[in-house]
């Protein structure tokens, strides 16, 4: 789980060839890396997927403010749920040269090309929040962000231990292809399989949207009337979800069960509200430790392939106790 990283040393030993051909100190990059920081100053390239929930808001806030706080100088793109938009900007931050590469991707395929270009210009790279399907893990360093499996395992086991079936589920699922929404979908479906009386009766994608999450609910709700749980992989879809259930004539929470999944404010209150009955939280707030692991691979020391962040879930009453103490 563990790889060591040398391009410190061989960046070192790369400029004192440059100096024994005449080149001096300053008409090369910076002494740690190809970016042109010095010995204490790193420039991060960040790509992130958008902004297209409250989740993603506070994490790219979270990283914003953590890279201002450890003096990081942060290049920042927003690829806007494009996967095209991401590797355009990664070989921007190739081509300027920054000391390191950190990105949430869109989705979990087609990382290798763009990445290996990054490798063999000596530029580490780490993921964030999601993770890629490759075979070649040397083309990043580390993936810091949740385990999306165990969180659908965590909404699976609380509908399986909290409710009394025969039950019909809709979810709403994430970006079609994005890490998240593989993972919660198989987490939550591996602990329902233990009943029987537990079926999911539709599933679609509301790409992680507030207007995603309540155009497939009304259309959910006019195919499918006989809904007696939903389960959104985010709280936004599940807000979303909320108004339609209400413009439906139905009462959220009450009349249909809703699970989510990220733990934002809108989402707690509505939880606290009793509007959604249980949440499993997927913390946002990743800029320090993002900033920690940049920090340790530009300077060359060994850090875990697999950085997991600690969460956990809430019930209504759990979330009123927390609510006014919520940092997102």
Same mark, same amino acid.
């Given at each position: 789980?563990?790889r060591k990283i ?17 080149g001096?100190?300053d008409?090369?990059p910076?002494?740690?890396? *190809?970016?042109?920081?010095?010995? @204490?100053? /790193? ?7 958008g902004?297209?929930?409250?989740w993603r808001?506070?994490n790219? !806030?979270?990283?914003?403010?953590a890279? &201002?706080?450890?003096?990081?100088e +942060?290049?920042?793109?927003? =690829? ?7 590797i ?6 190739i081509?300027?040269?920054?000391d ?7 989705? &979990?395929?087609g990382w290798?090309a763009?990445? +290996? ?5 000596? /530029?580490?790279?780490?993921l ?8 070649d893990?040397?083309?990043?360093e ?22 009394e ?11 079609t292809?994005?890490?998240?929404a593989?993972?919660? !979908?198989?987490?939550?479906e ?9 079926e999911?009766v539709?599933?679609?994608?509301g ?6 999450? !309540?155009?497939?609910m009304e259309?959910f +709700? !006019?195919?499918? *009337?006989?809904i007696d ?17 209400k413009?439906?004539g ?6 249909i069960t809703i /699970?989510?999944?990220d ?6 209150? =509505?939880?606290?509200?009793g509007e959604?009955?249980?949440?499993? &939280?997927c913390?946002? +707030?990743?800029?320090?430790q ?25 019930? @209504?009453?759990e ?10």
């Amino acid at each position: 789980m563990f790889r060591k990283i040398t391009r410190a040393t061989t960046t070192i030993l790369l400029l004192g060839a440059l100096a024994g051909c005449g080149g001096g100190s300053d008409s090369g990059p910076g002494t740690n890396s *190809p970016g042109g920081a010095d010995d @204490s100053t /790193i420039t991060m390239g960040f790509s992130q997927v958008g902004a297209e929930s409250g989740w993603r808001t506070a994490n790219t !806030k979270s990283i914003r403010e953590a890279a &201002e706080a450890a003096g990081v100088e +942060l290049r920042f793109s927003d =690829a806007q749920q494009k996967q095209e938009n991401q590797i355009k900007a990664i070989r921007s931050f190739i081509q300027q040269r920054v000391d390191v590469i950190a990105f949430s991707p869109v989705v &979990e395929t087609g990382w290798d090309a763009v990445l +290996l270009e990054a490798q063999r210009a000596g /530029i580490p790279v780490i993921l964030t929040d999601r993770a890629i399907d490759s075979d070649d893990t040397s083309l990043y360093e580390t993936f810091l962000g949740s385990d999306f499996v165990e969180e659908g395992r965590k909404a699976g086991r609380w509908l399986v231990d909290n409710t009394e079936g025969p039950l019909r589920v809709v979810e709403l699922q994430g970006t079609t292809g994005a890490a998240p929404a593989i993972d919660r !979908k198989e987490g939550f479906e591996e602990v329902i399989a233990e009943r029987s009386d537990i079926e999911i009766v539709a599933t679609q994608s509301g790409d992680f949207t507030r207007a995603g999450g !309540k155009e497939v609910m009304e259309a959910f +709700l !006019k195919s499918t *009337p006989e809904i007696d749980v939903v389960y959104a992989h985010n709280d936004d879809m599940g807000l979303g979800a909320i108004e339609a259930i209400k413009a439906a004539g139905r009462q959220p929470g009450t009349d249909i069960t809703i /699970i989510t999944v990220d733990a934002v404010r809108d989402g707690m209150q =509505a939880l606290a509200d009793g509007e959604i009955n249980f949440i499993v &939280e997927c913390n946002p +707030l990743l800029g320090d430790q993002l900033m920690d692991l940049a920090r340790k691979v530009v300077d060359g020391e060994e850090v875990p392939g697999r950085v997991v962040t600690e969460e956990t879930t809430f019930t @209504s009453e759990e979330a009123r106790e927390v609510l006014s103490e919520r940092e997102y």
